[in-house]
């Protein structure tokens, strides 16, 4: 299996796929991700690194591309953090009045579904002087098995 750190944009009036080629670092190789666009910004967070069912093989990483300066830029936060986590649900929203990213659920590993799944909500807000943490809006009730 091949996981790829690649990004694509799509071009509606050439009807044509372009391969970016952003200047400096990039998120590491992934699948699963979820990924909203946040006022002209592309947010990408968690996936899946590596095939195996262990802890590691998720993330919780954070990352922006800026399509105005074709730049990725990683996100990091002090305080609580969402736990590592695949296939999370992410969208762009407002909180307190501010654009974010909010992330829903997802699965951690190791473990099977009834044990990994999560419900939990989280908000980064990306504007101001809050965008250097995440907000933790509702809890995890179903936790893996240590």
Same mark, same amino acid.
């Given at each position: 299996y091949t996981y790829y750190n690649q990004l694509w944009l799509y071009d509606?009036?050439?009807?044509?796929?372009? &391969?970016?080629?952003?200047?400096g670092d990039r998120p590491e %190789? $992934?699948?699963?991700? /979820?990924? =909203?666009?946040?006022?002209?910004?592309?947010?990408?967070?968690?996936?899946?690194v590596k095939e195996a069912r262990?802890?590691?093989?998720v993330i919780n990483d954070l990352w922006?591309?800026?399509?105005?300066?074709?730049v990725w830029k &990683?996100?990091?936060?002090?305080g609580p953090a969402?736990? %590592? $986590?695949?296939?999370? /649900?992410? =969208?762009a929203t407002k909180h307190q009045g501010r654009s974010a990213v909010a992330v829903f659920g997802g699965e951690s590993l190791p473990g099977s579904t009834k044990t990994t799944s999560m419900n939990d909500l989280w908000v980064f807000?990306?504007?101001?002087s809050a965008a250097a943490g995440w907000v933790s809006l509702y809890g995890d009730e179903c936790l893996p098995d240590v």
């Amino acid at each position: 299996y091949t996981y790829y750190n690649q990004l694509w944009l799509y071009d509606f009036e050439a009807n044509a796929w372009t &391969l970016t080629q952003p200047r400096g670092d990039r998120p590491e %190789p $992934r699948d699963h991700h /979820g990924a =909203a666009g946040v006022d002209g910004v592309l947010y990408v967070f968690g996936g899946r690194v590596k095939e195996a069912r262990t802890a590691d093989a998720v993330i919780n990483d954070l990352w922006s591309f800026s399509l105005a300066q074709g730049v990725w830029k &990683l996100h990091t936060a002090s305080g609580p953090a969402p736990r %590592p $986590r695949y296939m999370p /649900g992410v =969208a762009a929203t407002k909180h307190q009045g501010r654009s974010a990213v909010a992330v829903f659920g997802g699965e951690s590993l190791p473990g099977s579904t009834k044990t990994t799944s999560m419900n939990d909500l989280w908000v980064f807000p990306t504007e101001g002087s809050a965008a250097a943490g995440w907000v933790s809006l509702y809890g995890d009730e179903c936790l893996p098995d240590v």
